[in-house]
């Protein structure tokens, strides 16, 4: 069929250069309207209305803006957004859907209190989020334990953080570390050794690839905040024992002081300045760190690929 | 110089679940018919009748082979302007009128604006279908619909005109008329081409015929040539109701009706016949020959290798 | 050629405006318009938000309906009721059958939605009393759903050529549902590895972006479109459709018509 043949070959040819092209102008209209189905949130009066929107199908559109809430955060993240307007809305969204999605609330905890760039910061709707989570949680340990952590972490009230930690403490399967948290809350709140156990428990009990990323840099930073005084008091007494400032530190290793050449968490070594000051090699491999920094140095945006 | 040269044209279906099988629904036919040319196709339902028209029409495409219509080969698109189809049971849109229809068809046909109406009321009067000219289609009885398809058949005035059943359904007066419609193509010097199971009508319209069983070729030629071989019967009549013992010995199917007895015997037997009447002493009426019919032909041909006579 | 393109296209229509389907549809949508009235003037101040919001959606999904009601005839109820046997046994290509029903549906969609959107524009004058500029804004958005019609008859012809009329409306139909959140696929994509983020990007893209067609929540807030998205747009949505009815002829081109 010579003019079959024809056809078929020609059809073939134009699907294929039609396909290149509908890809094409596809990513152009991506371009164009990035993320705007997202900001159609902000158009959707209120989470009841998502659910009437959803024709029932509420389980599956909680998934849909579960993901979305997680990829908007990732993505804008990664550019280094100063607000995330939308992550509220996404995550109220997604909970009015699916009260039960519990890593929603873990996520808002974390996410929406923290202040930018590395969160949204809006504690008081975190602490909303979450207390919604608990009306509908209310067996749920692990919630009390997120409520107890945005109190500690941005809002500093303290008394506020110990009843969450206690009142969680009382159900049944409760971490024991929520007991222990709810007691340190009272006298040793601003110690890093709560610090440490706040973000070890974060790590630990969540199951959520972001936040388990965060609570890692957080523990690295609490390791260097820790160590830099330390080493800052050896460096002193060997001043005060010799008359001046070690270049480094093989000059302690020698004179007994340390056992080997200290490194940061990033494993670089520490840095003896010449005002006797210790600091990190590369500030920008560790975030959150608050001693160790040179004067005057502002953090970049750390990213969360998951990847820790 | 033939019209339709069908070469060696064949069609296998894989059939079953898997589609492993094989189901065999037409074996390698060869077949020429001559121009102007009446020529019946003949078989019983399923012997792959339609499946030879489908892959002529191009809706089918044969497993091998070839077929040529007025020297082109088929599957030239030039040739779909000199051929009509008129298919089995055919179904037209039935939102349009019968007139809208041929309109339809006409410009897919290439045919011009005035030629169109002209030939529409023409075909339309043709075919006994004036009065229903601006009626929906969904309205059409099946003599309707039938004589609708005839009319785009031949709306292009083509040369070659394949009919696919085109008695089906019909009472006899629509099948005389449509009889009647053929040996007018005929006169007009069309080849018809045309499908059936239906032997009487063969036997009326055909110069010659080919019989299909089971997707095989079992005869071809004029109806002469083929019932020439076919052994002759008679027709008995005899006074009362007695059948003489041997009769039934020579081969007689005998009905009494009242006080006639009627028989057919094979020729050969017509002289047994009559002695045994004379010596039982039955008064002869009528010894009346029967014409050889193709259906004695057909009935031959289908029946050795036939495993069931109604085919799938 | 083309004009017998044109003839089967003409026919197609004249099919679809003798379909009763079609005006029951249409009515159904113009009721629900109608409804959109009356829901507004429970809120006071939001009439007219509930009537683009409730008139633009009936428009989409009833469009989507008929696109694929009607559209299943375009080749599988043809082969069914074998009305396509006299059609190809007369000098006419297949592919230009395909073609011209194509051109058909389109142009009854775009006639469809001509009078549904006469519907939105009436509700608005009653429920506001005048037109405002960003009324405006609406013409565009049916444009875009038209275009989300244009890409669904496309499907439903492709699946046609090969399926029975029932599959052929179910697979256009969940094509569309799938498409209409194949911005979410695009993300997963992103994030998952290996081959199934090969396998969930190819998906995106081969999948109807119905999504970026669908502007009916910003224009309800007065909110202007950008002429490059209804460029693009528009270039998608006919290179989308093209690549349907090449492979339709594909698969038709070599079908055995039983």
């Known amino acids: 069929m010579k003019g079959s043949r024809q056809v078929a070959s020609g059809a073939t040819l134009l699907l294929l250069l039609c396909l290149a092209g509908s890809v094409f102008m596809l990513r152009r209209v991506e371009r164009i309207r990035s993320g705007a189905t997202l900001h159609e949130v902000l158009f959707i009066s209120s989470p009841q209305a998502a659910k009437r929107l959803s024709l029932g199908y509420n389980g599956l559109m909680a998934d849909i803006y579960w993901t979305r809430a997680v990829q908007y955060f990732g993505s804008h993240h990664a550019q280094g957004a100063q607000e995330y307007k939308l992550l509220a809305p996404l995550l109220d969204i997604t909970t009015a859907l699916d009260p039960h999605l519990t890593v929603a609330y873990e996520f808002g905890s974390t996410f929406l209190s923290t202040k930018p760039p590395n969160g949204a910061g809006e504690p008081e709707k975190a602490v909303k989020l979450v207390e919604y989570g608990i009306k509908n949680n209310p067996d749920d340990w692990h919630l009390y334990y997120n409520l107890g952590f945005i109190y500690y972490l941005e809002l500093k009230d303290y008394k506020s953080a110990a009843d969450a930690f206690r009142q969680g403490s009382q159900l049944p399967h409760a971490h024991p570390w929520l007991k222990i948290l709810a007691a340190r809350m009272s006298e040793h709140a601003g110690d890093l050794e709560t610090a440490r156990m706040m973000w070890s428990a974060a790590y630990q009990t969540s199951s959520d690839k972001q936040v388990k990323a965060n609570a890692a840099a957080h523990l690295r930073a609490l390791d260097v905040d820790e160590t830099v005084p330390v080493l800052e008091s050896i460096v002193d007494k060997y001043r005060k024992a010799t008359g001046r400032v070690p270049s480094n530190f093989v000059d302690l290793v020698q004179a007994g002081a340390l056992a080997a050449i200290p490194r940061d968490p990033s494993g670089r070594p520490y840095k003896i300045m010449p005002d006797g000051h210790v600091e990190v090699s590369n500030p920008d491999a560790l975030p959150f760190i608050e001693k160790g920094t040179p004067p005057g140095y502002v953090a970049p945006k750390p990213k969360f690929s998951g990847s820790e | ?312 | 050629m083309t004009s017998r393109i044109f003839y089967i296209a003409r026919n197609t229509f004249r099919e679809a405006v003798r379909d009763r389907v079609l005006y029951n549809l249409v009515a159904f949508a113009l009721l629900m318009t109608g409804g959109a009235v009356l829901v507004g003037q429970v809120s006071i101040g939001i009439e007219r938000l509930v009537v683009i919001n409730l008139g633009l959606t009936a428009i989409s999904l009833f469009g989507i309906v008929i696109a694929i009601f009607i559209g299943i005839g375009l080749v599988s109820k043809e082969i069914e009721k074998r009305t396509l046997y006299t059609i190809l046994s007369r000098p006419v290509r297949r592919w230009e059958f395909v073609t011209g029903k194509f051109f058909g549906l389109s142009g009854t969609l775009v006639v469809n939605t001509f009078f549904m959107g006469l519907g939105i524009f009436a509700a608005l004058l009653y429920v506001a009393h005048h037109f405002e500029k960003s009324d405006a804004w609406v013409l565009v958005a049916i444009y875009l759903i038209v275009l989300q019609f244009i890409i669904v008859t496309a499907l439903t012809l492709f699946f046609s050529s090969f399926s029975s009329p029932l599959l052929s409306a179910v697979f256009a139909f969940s094509l569309f549902v799938i498409g209409t959140f194949s911005e979410d696929l695009r993300g997963f994509a992103s994030v998952a590895h290996g081959l199934t983020g090969w396998l969930a990007t190819g998906a995106s893209y081969i999948v109807p972006n119905i999504a970026a067609l669908n502007v009916i929540s910003s224009v309800a807030h007065s909110q202007p479109i950008a002429g490059a998205l209804v460029l693009y747009n528009t270039g998608y949505a006919l290179l989308y459709s093209a690549m349907a009815v090449c492979g339709a002829t594909l698969v038709f081109e070599r079908r055995n018509l039983k």
């Open chain 2, 1 to 312: 110089m033939s019209a339709i040269e069908i070469l060696g044209l064949e069609k296998t279906y894989a059939v079953g679940f898997l589609r492993k099988q094989e189901k065999r629904a037409l074996h390698p036919l060869h077949l020429a018919i001559g121009d102007g040319e009446i020529f019946g196709f003949l078989g019983p339902n399923g012997a792959g009748k339609t499946t030879t028209l489908k892959m002529l029409m191009g809706l089918v495409s044969p497993s091998a082979g070839s077929a040529r219509i007025l020297q082109m080969d088929f599957r030239n698109p030039a040739v779909k302007a000199q051929i009509g189809f008129l298919p089995e049971q055919p179904y037209f849109y039935d939102y349009l009128t019968a007139r809208e229809l041929l309109d339809y068809y006409g410009q897919l046909s290439g045919l011009g604006g005035k030629d169109r109406s002209l030939r529409i009321r023409e075909l339309l009067g043709k075919v006994g279908l004036q009065q229903a000219g601006d009626v929906q289609l969904r309205k059409f009885s099946k003599g309707m619909l039938q004589r609708v398809g005839i009319a785009q058949a031949i709306l292009h005035d083509p040369k070659v005109v394949f009919l696919d059943e085109p008695m089906s359904g019909l009472d006899p007066m629509g099948r005389r008329e449509v009889r009647d419609l053929m040996e007018q193509l005929k006169q007009e010097g069309k080849t018809i081409f045309f499908s059936t199971h239906i032997l009487l009508d063969a036997e009326a319209l055909c110069d010659r015929v080919a019989i299909l069983h089971q997707g095989e070729l079992k005869g071809v030629g004029s109806i002469a040539t083929l019932t020439a071989g076919i052994k002759g019967k008679v027709e008995v009549f005899w006074q009362g109701s007695n059948i003489p013992a041997s009769m039934q010995s020579l081969g007689a199917e005998c009905h009494v009706t009242g006080d006639t007895v009627r028989a057919i015997i094979s020729e050969e037997f017509q002289d047994n016949a009559i002695d045994l009447l004379r010596r039982d002493k039955l008064r002869l009426i009528s010894i009346v020959p029967l014409r050889k019919s193709l259906e004695d032909y057909f009935m031959q041909q289908v029946k050795p290798g036939a495993t069931s006579g109604a085919g799938a």
